[in-house]
Structures are given as structure tokens and as C-alpha cells.
């Protein structure tokens, strides 16, 4: 295992931004940036020996800093939407901003992809990585309480890749936190992911409405654009869907169980079905992804509008994102996994992905 660590750049505010890359003997390497504690390169060779990109991303910091579409970052304190940006919380209605129409969208314009947290890279035996912290203060972005947080980032020699989340809060919060990485298995830049295979060990998905609020349902799949429990081409069923922007109902889902997560279902993590398989013909490229969170929001690029990326500029559909985390608008959801935070719990989230090629 190899470990690299550089200064990044500063950001408008003066503040240092460091990168550090982590790579292990199979070439399979990583690079993270303390902005946004944001996962900016992940390198593979292909089923012939070349390296590739196969994350989206930004040329530089100031790219990063002037606004994209979440490429790589961690998202929070609420990752996806809240309901008409507001919810209610043992009696006292909280307002955010909404900044995704009605709605608030991934903790607020100035959520936790727009804060520097602090870096701390470590290798072990035979896997090497980065542990960010936050701590986010009382009353940001509407959200109450102080909340420390960590994100914590791990390759290993087996090529696996794990993202591992913990937070605790001094008052009662919600919370759920993600890494909204945009996948190309065939090299970013190099088109769309309409010809990926993608097999979703899901059975129900979470119904919307016209703003991509959840309509309160778990709604199974089969017979519908949304079945990927055989593998099939992103693109077949993608038209027909309006695009894929929902959230499926992973393995990990128990009727009677929040989403805070627990150590026991962590440690379960190397022992559990996969909720997704994703490969590139193409490239022959795979990944198999595993989460003890019930939901994964899968979205298929459907807003990048030329947008300008590190390679070229990324046209709509020139990458994917599996957003492991609890349910859309689950502070207004009953029905759905409590999303709340309270003081003397910890939030505990573990995700891994293998790489192949």
C-alpha cells in the first residue's frame, strides 16, 4: 500500500486544501481532497492493463469551489431531498433553504460538500486510507445541534474500496450521510453509461412525485422500467422511466430497525448480498457494492448538461451515482426508517465496493 499527500491549492477564503492519494499493488488507487471531503480520481486498469479514470470530476480547486453537481463529494447533514425544505422535530418546525425547487437537497446550498474538514491519512497491514472529521455547529444550515462527524475511506489489497460513516449530535437531529461519486466503468469522458450492465439486488423502489419527493410507498419493481434484479442495459428501460433518479430498498432494509445503523450490522458488512453489480462491457470493468443502509439512490446523470469536467466537457448520462443512505425525506416519512440522531446514539454507516476488471 502507498500513501501521497500534496497541498491541493487554497480556496477564496485562504484556507488549505490538501489531496492525498492511496494506491495498493493491483494499480487500483484513490484520491480524496479535504474539500468537501471529496473522493476527486479512482484509477483501474481494464481488462487489457490500462489505467483509466473511471470517476467524473472537476480540472481544479476553483472548479470545485465555483459549483458542480456534487461529483465525489459527501453529502449532509441530509443527503437527498426534504420535503418543501422543512420538518418538524419534537414539536419545533425547522426551515432550510431550499435549493432544488420546493425542496432542500443534500443539507442545503452550503451543506457539507462546500466545508473543509480536517485529513488524517493511515495505512494498516494491508490496507491504507483517509479519516476526515467535521464538526458541523448548531443552527448550520437550519439543521439543530452540534454534530460531529467522520468520513472515513479505505482501499485494501483485495480491491475493495470502503466508506465508512459515524456521527454523534448534542441534540436531536437528522441525518444521512452519502458519497455522491458518478461512475463511468468505461473512462470518464469516453460517453454515456447507457451500454453499462447493471443488476440491482432490490425488489421494491420508492415512488416519487413531479418534485422527486417519495409518496410514502415501497412499490415493487417487477413489471416496471425500475426491475434490475436480472442485468440488463442502462439504457433499455431509461427513456421509459424518465430517467432513473429513485431510491430502491436495499438487502440491508428491516421493518424494525432505524437508520442509524449499528456495529453489529457493520461487522455483517463482508457477509452480506450485494445490492448492486455494475460492469462495462466495453472496458470489462466491474464493481460489486455492498451497504448497511436500506435505500440506494441510483441516478443516472439525467441534469449533466455540459458540464464542465476534468477531461471534456460531461454531457447528459455520462455518469452513474449509487447513493448509499436511509430513505428520501425520511424526517417527514412515519413510514420510513427514523432518520433522527439523538444525543447518546452514534450513527454508524458502512458501505465497501470490489473492483474487478
Known amino acids: 500500500m502507498k500513501i501521497d499527500g500534496s497541498t491541493y491549492g487554497k480556496t477564496s477564503a485562504g484556507d ?11 494499480y487500483l488507487s484513490f484520491s480524496v481532497i479535504s474539500y468537501g471531503a471529496t473522493l476527486i480520481s479512482v484509477k483501474t486498469p481494464d481488462k487489457n492493463g490500462k489505467i483509466d479514470e473511471i470517476t467524473l470530476g472537476k480540472a481544479d480547486l476553483a472548479a470545485y469551489e465555483a459549483g458542480h453537481p456534487y461529483f465525489g ?3 449532509g447533514r ?13 414539536g419545533t418546525k425547522y426551515k432550510l433553504e431550499a435549493n432544488n ?4 437537497l443534500h443539507g442545503g446550498p452550503e451543506g457539507f460538500h462546500r466545508r473543509v474538514w480536517d485529513i488524517f491519512p493511515f495505512k494498516k497491514d494491508d490496507r491504507a ?4 472529521t467535521y464538526v458541523s455547529a448548531d443552527g448550520e444550515e437550519g439543521f439543530p445541534g452540534r454534530m460531529e462527524i467522520s468520513a472515513v475511506y479505505t482501499l485494501t489489497e483485495e480491491n475493495e474500496l470502503y466508506f465508512d460513516y459515524e456521527a454523534i449530535c448534542d441534540k436531536a437531529s437528522p441525518v444521512n450521510l452519502t458519497n455522491h461519486v458518478y461512475w463511468n466503468l468505461s473512462g470518464a469522458g469516453s460517453g454515456t453509461i447507457l451500454d453499462h450492465r447493471l443488476k440491482l439486488n432490490c425488489s421494491r423502489y420508492i415512488p416519487v412525485n413531479d418534485v422527486q419527493i417519495p409518496l410514502g410507498e415501497l412499490r415493487e419493481v417487477a413489471g416496471t422500467p425500475f426491475d434490475f434484479t436480472s442485468e440488463k442495459r442502462i439504457g433499455e428501460d431509461i427513456d421509459a422511466a424518465g430517467g432513473f433518479d429513485h431510491s430502491w430498498v436495499t438487502p440491508a432494509y428491516s421493518e424494525d430497525r432505524d437508520g442509524m445503523g449499528t456495529t453489529e450490522a457493520v461487522a455483517a458488512l463482508n457477509k452480506a448480498e450485494s445490492y448492486a453489480v455494475l460492469s462495462s462491457p466495453a472496458s470489462g470493468r466491474k464493481i460489486e457494492c455492498y451497504t448497511t443502509q436500506p435505500g440506494v439512490q441510483f441516478y443516472s446523470g439525467n441534469f449533466l448538461d455540459n458540464e464542465p469536467g476534468r477531461e471534456n466537457v460531461y454531457k447528459k448520462n455520462s455518469g452513474l451515482c449509487l447513493e448509499t443512505q436511509n430513505f428520501p425525506d425520511a424526517p417527514n416519512q412515519t413510514g420510513f426508517p427514523s432518520c433522527i440522531l439523538r444525543p ?12 474487478s476488471w
Do not use: C, M, W
Open 129 to 132: 486510507g483517509v479519516r476526515f
Open 73 to 75: 463529494s459527501t453529502v
Open 101 to 104: 425547487g420546493p425542496n432542500s
Open 78 to 90: 441530509f443527503g437527498n431531498r426534504i420535503s418543501k425544505a422543512e420538518f418538524q422535530l419534537d
Open 344 to 355: 447518546g446514539v452514534k450513527y454508524v454507516h458502512s458501505s465497501k465496493i470490489r473492483f
Open 16 to 26: 488549505r486544501i490538501d489531496i492525498v492519494t492511496v494506491s495498493n499493488s493491483n
